[in-house]
Each structure stands twice: as C-alpha cells, then as structure tokens.
C-alpha cells in the first residue's frame, strides 16, 4: 500500500515552460488535492476533486489545471511557468470531508 | 473569507515542560485537523476533531475544539526532543477546501 505518490521529487524549470505534476493514490479515496506551501508559510489549496471527473478550484488556482479521469490519478499541470510559482507542491487524498487527508512527499520545483 | 490564525508562530522550549499552541478561525466550522511536518517532509495527521468540545489525545499531545469561541488548542504535556517539529492547524469551511493556519515550529531543547 503506497498511500499517495507524487513525482517527480525535484524539478528545475525555465520561466515560461510546461510540466505536469502526477499524483497517484492507492486508497480508493473519493477527494484529491493540491496544495502549495511557499517557504515558512502554511499550505494553500490550488485544485480539489470530489471524485472522477469532478474538479473545483480552491484559493490559488491561476496558472494551473486540473483533470481527474479515474479515481487514482489527479495531475497538476502548469502551463507557462513563472517565478511566482515556486513552491513545494503536494498533494492529499481522503475518503471524505470527514476523515484526515493523506499527504505525499511534495515535489519541489524551481521556476529560474 | 476564512482566516485561520496560530500562535505561537515559533515556540522554543524545554524537555519537560508544557506548553499550548492555539489556533482561532474567523468562521464558523466544526471540523478542524491537526497537522505535523518535519523539516523537508511531507504532513502527518496527528488529529481530526469534529465537533465543539471534541478532546483528542495521543502520547504527549492533546487536542481539542471549541467551536462556539472558534478556537482549538495542541497542548504539550513533558515535551520531548522528538516532539520538535512544525505543527498545522487546518480548517474545513465550506467542505473540501482546507484552510491552513501558518504554522507553529516547535524547538525542544535538552
């Protein structure tokens, strides 16, 4: 049972370039998330997804997209990278709103 | 909007001693979790509290909620050096969207 896995670990990106993040979790948990937690700050909600085919935006959106086309998977995608958007990316599952959300290791991305 | 407040931002203390950290929020809500991280690591759940007066205990921490005063504490009981870390408060408002407080980092010394 691997929980919820998150790659790559590390990425260094030119500003303007493209990369899409993967997130992948084991659990058969209805919720997804991805968070941004910018050095020294707590963690802010950039996409969730209440199940297949369901996403929303949460308070940091732009910048990013979102697809959900089966319950295990949910990648981030950044489109023209910025400077502004680096950050350490991580993202969660959970079963529901009820119960604890499981987190990845993050993956840490450089925008230069 | 949401606002989710912790204080203190940065505890340094002694093994041995207890301690509070406190988190208030700006809106009514019921749910509150209570979140670890280890420098460059990822979030531990350490509580889920669900309703008003909901107390929480595991080792040497305990949680509770009181969601008339929109306040939740984490209090320390014999600090350990394993227990240094930083600790998260996070709200669920509107279901789905957790909203983080910034962070208390917590330094036990020897």
């Known amino acids: 049972n691997a929980g919820v896995t998150q790659t790559p670990k590390f990425r260094i990106l030119k500003i303007g370039q493209s990369m899409t993040l993967q997130c992948a979790q084991d659990?058969?948990?209805?919720?997804m998330y991805w968070y941004r937690q910018d050095p020294g700050m707590g963690l802010k909600l950039i996409y969730y997804?209440?199940?297949?085919?369901?996403?929303d935006k949460g308070e940091v959106p732009n910048g990013y997209n979102v697809s959900r086309s089966t319950t295990e998977d949910f990648p981030l995608r950044l489109e023209l990278a910025a400077p502004s958007q680096t950050s350490v990316y991580f993202c969660?599952?959970?079963?529901?709103?009820?119960?604890?959300?499981?987190f990845g290791q993050g993956t840490r991305l450089t925008v230069v | 909007e949401l606002k989710v407040e912790q204080n203190p931002l940065f505890l340094s203390m002694q093994e041995g001693k207890n301690y509070t950290i406190y988190c208030n929020y700006s809106?009514?809500?019921?749910?509150l979790y209570w979140y670890r991280q280890d420098p460059g690591k990822s979030l531990e759940s350490l509580f889920v509290?669900?309703?008003?007066?909901a107390v929480k205990q595991e080792g040497r921490l305990m949680a509770s909620l009181d969601t008339k005063a929109r306040l939740s504490t984490l209090h320390i009981t014999a600090a350990v050096h394993d227990l240094s870390a930083t600790y998260f408060c996070?709200?669920?408002?509107?279901?789905?969207?957790?909203?983080f407080g910034g962070g208390t980092r917590l330094m036990v010394k020897p």
């Open positions: 969660a599952s959970s079963y529901n709103r009820n119960t604890e959300a499981f």
């Open positions: 659990m058969n948990h209805n919720y």
């Open positions: 997804s209440v199940g297949a085919g369901i996403t």
């Open positions: 809106t009514t809500s019921d749910r």
């Open positions: 509290l669900l309703s008003n007066g």
């Open positions: 996070a709200v669920d408002l509107a279901g789905n969207m957790l909203t």
